[in-house]
């Protein structure tokens, strides 16, 4: 293979003492990206790796250099990526976000630095990603894709993402090595959308076909562009390794092999779910370890020694005897040691929050005690934001942990966050456990809500607590960066957060969903918390209404905010938001009218009328932005079938399949749901209509409600749904502003 190829001959590997990951001393990297995102100051930043004031952590010195070039010193490639960052954020005013690079908007004269700035992070690790990132976000994502994402960490100083992409490569060919067959392995590996649960062992098979091997090639092939490409720029990319689920048929095929099965994950079928897994006891354990991380090796270099690794992540284990789960974590560990001396152990600590009662603290500390030494694993407090648990579990008994923003989950788009929280909690936590040694993000799925997540990266960089205030108008300011802006865009965002970006509500503490996107019913769905929360925490009329009035009336002060992209998608985002909490009242009338014994069945649909116009107005406004197309999504997974009509059509069930039923029979609806053109004018409008027009049936022949039925409909609309193809427009339609303004006239309303 041609991989060894890729690497630059120049990368010199170095152990440091304090992260034992491995270090690259190259600036080839951050050269590279300036040349890329701003080509015309290609020649004008100057890096040089040095050691740079008292902190053992990535560090920068930002100076005036010669003839207007700007001097950045770094004790190491992350320092140099963040320093660039300060510099074009907070002096230069230009940002690079999930919706694109705008740092080429650098003023021609580049602005002075004036007195040095010289700053540390805070925590030796800034981590990202969730594993179930990668199928949320990231299942169709291009290798363009992610190389903007890749700029955006390595600019904000991330320095230890996951690196997932691609697994099923090497762990297939280690199956075949133990004597598994291509159908044996076929029967296990889950469909494209699906693979991050399938690495979790939470479940197996594919619902959709099996999985290509063209996909697993095609996939490998990006990892390999990928990985190089995080270490150029300072990071060390937290790798995979061999969790020990394995295909049914080792069962037959190692009839003496201690496999034991896992337990049923979110009511699917066992033909889905209840995967084998080899106790890491087992002999054939370690020898599976060794040829994965070998072959791992040989493909991407030794470029990390942190390997990710969860087995009873919503799973739980075969026993909850302390010594049996010892022994579990200390064969699991021995294991990635017998392949790897250097091997640190990752693992995500939900499982601590979501099967607490399983978790005791007992248990934890057997598990953990399991493994040697604490500085051979880091475990992500995964939701420190909203449920911490390092406080529970005594800072993981000494264990290095990191205090990780989830926020989001399945990708849901509601307008939410708590700057407290992921400003003052996380220093809070550095000051109290000794043994936190970074701060990430790992949310499930990335979609909206940047700002509260540039905060957390930026508190990583701030031994002081943010101030949420002036925070907000500077991120406005480098949002919308044109000269003389007008004051109301930034006003616009000083209303966002004192509102929706300081929640208070403890019962909602992640974006709320929308009632458009849930399975219609009479009941339960206005006053649901927790991780699918409809809870409203803010008044609507107060806040984005007048922010959206602020926002469109900045453009007739200043035209060229037009050609400003994060502009045009902040307005469809907010006009999405009116509308979206708007459907709850229109939801509440419907539901009086119907149960009321003084209405007609003509009241009823009365009350229906203006909820499918609102979702045909929430339809058109969300499809004059690219941001917010189900084409788009749907357009990523067709691509990677190059053509082939078969492929094309598999891949789109899988990306249709995801964000609506979830499973063969709607197994976990709608908990990846997401407002986008496209979906909510087919889907979702259908969904509405049908429970609408059954009410009024049901009203007029005074037949009682039945929810059987209801529920049985909405999963026929949902199954064929799943089988279409996409027959609509690939690009946008209208003009953003024009659809807003119109909108906010008729649903704001204030
Ligand atoms: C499994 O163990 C039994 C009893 O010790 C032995 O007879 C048999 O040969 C073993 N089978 C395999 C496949 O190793
Ligand atoms: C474990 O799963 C295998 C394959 O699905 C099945 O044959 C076996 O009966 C299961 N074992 C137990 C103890 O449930
Ligand atoms: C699947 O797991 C459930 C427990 O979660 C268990 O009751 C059931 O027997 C398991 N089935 C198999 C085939 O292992
Ligand atoms: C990686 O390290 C292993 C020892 O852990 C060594 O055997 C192997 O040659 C190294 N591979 C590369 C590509 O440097
Ligand atoms: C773990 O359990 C297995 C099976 O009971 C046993 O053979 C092994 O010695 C145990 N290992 C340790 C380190 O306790
Ligand atoms: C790990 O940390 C705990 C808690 O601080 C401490 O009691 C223990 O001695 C440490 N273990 C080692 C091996 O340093
Ligand atoms: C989040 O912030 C609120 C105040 O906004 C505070 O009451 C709450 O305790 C914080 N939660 C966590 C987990 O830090
Ligand atoms: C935060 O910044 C605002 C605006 O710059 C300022 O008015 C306020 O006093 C600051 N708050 C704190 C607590 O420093
Ligand atoms: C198209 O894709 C399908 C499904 O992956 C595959 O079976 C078939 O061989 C492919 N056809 C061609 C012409 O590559
Ligand atoms: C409710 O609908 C289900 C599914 O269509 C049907 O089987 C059941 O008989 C209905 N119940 C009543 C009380 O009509
Ligand atoms: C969806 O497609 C599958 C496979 O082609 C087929 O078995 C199933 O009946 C279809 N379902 C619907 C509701 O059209
Ligand atoms: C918000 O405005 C709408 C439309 O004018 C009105 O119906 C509603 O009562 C207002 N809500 C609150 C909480 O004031």
């Not at 394995?246 to 092999?257: F, T």
């Not at 599976?288 to 791992?296: G, L």
């Not at 942190?306 to 075969?318: A, G, K, R, V």
């Not at 209404?545 to 307005?571: C, F, G, I």
Request: net charge negative; charged share 15%.
């Amino acid at each position: 293979m041609l991989l060894r190829g890729l690497w630059p001959t120049s990368v010199v590997l170095l152990a440091s003492f304090v992260l034992r990951a491995v270090a690259v001393s190259s600036l080839a990297g951050i050269y590279s990206l300036v040349q890329r995102r701003i080509p015309a100051h290609a020649n004008s930043f100057t890096f040089t790796l040095a050691p740079v004031g008292g902190s053992s952590f990535d560090s920068f010195t930002l100076r005036d250099g010669e003839n207007g070039g700007i001097q950045i010193d770094c004790g190491s490639v992350s320092g140099c990526a963040r320093g660039l960052y300060t510099y074009a954020s907070e002096i230069g005013g230009v940002d690079i976000w999930w919706t694109g690079s705008r740092l080429d908007r650098l003023p021609a004269t580049l602005p002075p630095v004036g007195a040095p700035i010289t700053r540390s992070a805070i925590v030796p690790y800034r981590y990202m990603f969730n594993t179930v990132t990668f199928s949320y976000t990231l299942a169709f994502s291009t290798f363009e894709d992610w190389e903007l994402l890749i700029d955006w960490m390595a600019l904000r100083g991330v320095n230890l993402p996951l690196a997932w992409v691609g697994f099923e490569y090497t762990l297939s060919e280690v199956f075949h090595e133990v004597g598994l067959t291509d159908d044996d392995i076929a029967d296990f590996f889950s469909g494209p959308a699906f693979q991050a649960w399938n690495r979790f062992g939470n479940i197996q098979h594919s619902w959709s076909g099996t999985l290509p091997t063209q996909w697993i090639n095609d996939q490998f092939a990006l990892q390999q562009q990928i990985v190089p490409r995080l270490v150029e720029l300072g990071m060390t990319p937290v790798l995979p390794s061999f969790t020990g689920f394995v295909p049914r048929a080792m069962h037959s095929l190692y009839p003496n092999a201690s496999i034991v099965n896992g337990s049923q994950w979110a009511y699917f079928d066992p033909l889905y779910t209840n995967d084998s897994f080899l106790e890491p006891f087992d002999p054939l354990f370690t020898t599976m370890q060794t040829s994965f991380i070998e072959k791992q090796q040989a493909a991407f270099g030794n470029v990390s020694h942190i390997y990710t690794l969860d087995q009873y992540n919503e799973n739980n284990p075969y026993s909850g005897d302390t010594t049996y789960l010892a022994n579990i974590s200390s064969a699991t560990f021995a294991s990635l040691r017998a392949a790897d001396p250097q091997a640190i152990w990752l693992m995500q600590g939900w499982l601590f929050y979501a099967m607490e009662s399983f978790w005791t603290t007992d248990l934890v500390e057997a598990y953990l005690g399991g493994v040697p030494g604490n500085d051979s694993m880091i475990i992500l407090d995964l939701w420190s934001e909203g449920q911490p648990q390092w406080e529970r579990l005594n800072s993981y008994y000494g264990k290095q942990w990191v205090w990780c923003e989830l926020h989001d989950y399945g990708g849901t788009m509601g307008m939410e966050g708590d700057f407290y929280n992921v400003t003052a909690s996380p220093l809070n936590a550095l000051a109290a456990s000794e043994s936190m040694v970074g701060m990430g993000l790992t949310p499930e799925g990335l979609e909206g809500n940047e700002i509260i997540y540039d905060v957390l990266l930026d508190q990583a960089w701030s031994p002081t607590v943010i101030n949420k205030t002036a925070y907000a108008s500077a991120w406005a300011s480098r949002r919308y960066p044109i000269s003389q802006l007008p004051s109301g865009a930034v006003s616009a965002w000083d209303i966002l957060a004192s509102s929706v970006y300081d929640n208070q509500n403890q019962l909602v503490q992640t974006p709320p969903k929308s009632l458009v996107e849930l399975t219609p019913a009479i009941s339960g769905l206005t006053d649901l918390g927790s991780i699918e929360a409809t809870l409203p925490f803010y008044d609507t009329n107060t806040t984005l209404v007048p922010a959206l009035k602020m926002l469109l009336q900045a453009r007739n002060e200043s035209e060229v905010l037009t050609d400003v992209p994060e502009y045009q998608h902040d307005l469809v985002d907010i006009a999405r938001q009116i509308l979206a909490n708007r459907f709850t009242d229109l939801y509440n009338t419907l539901i009086t009218a119907y149960k009321s014994p003084s209405t007609t069945y003509e009241d009823v649909s009365a009350a229906g009328r203006p909820m499918l116009e609102l979702i045909a107005d929430l339809d058109s406004v969300l499809l004059t932005n690219e941001n917010f197309l189900l084409a788009r999504w749907i357009n990523a997974a067709r691509s990677w079938a190059v053509g082939n009509a078969t492929y094309a059509d598999y891949l789109e069930y899988n990306a249709r399949n995801q964000i609506t039923l979830w499973g063969p029979q709607g197994q976990i609806s709608d908990y990846a749901s997401k407002q986008w053109g496209g979906l909510v004018g087919t889907y979702y409008a259908s969904r509405w209509e049908a429970f609408i027009s059954y009410l009024v049936e049901v009203k007029e022949n005074e037949e009682p409600y039945n929810a059987t039925f209801v529920a049985e409909k909405m999963l026929d609309i949902g199954l064929q749904w799943d089988n279409e193809t996409w027959a609509g427009s690939w690009g946008t339609e209208g003009d953003s502003w024009d659809v807003a303004e119109r909108l906010l006239e008729r649903w704001g309303l204030v």
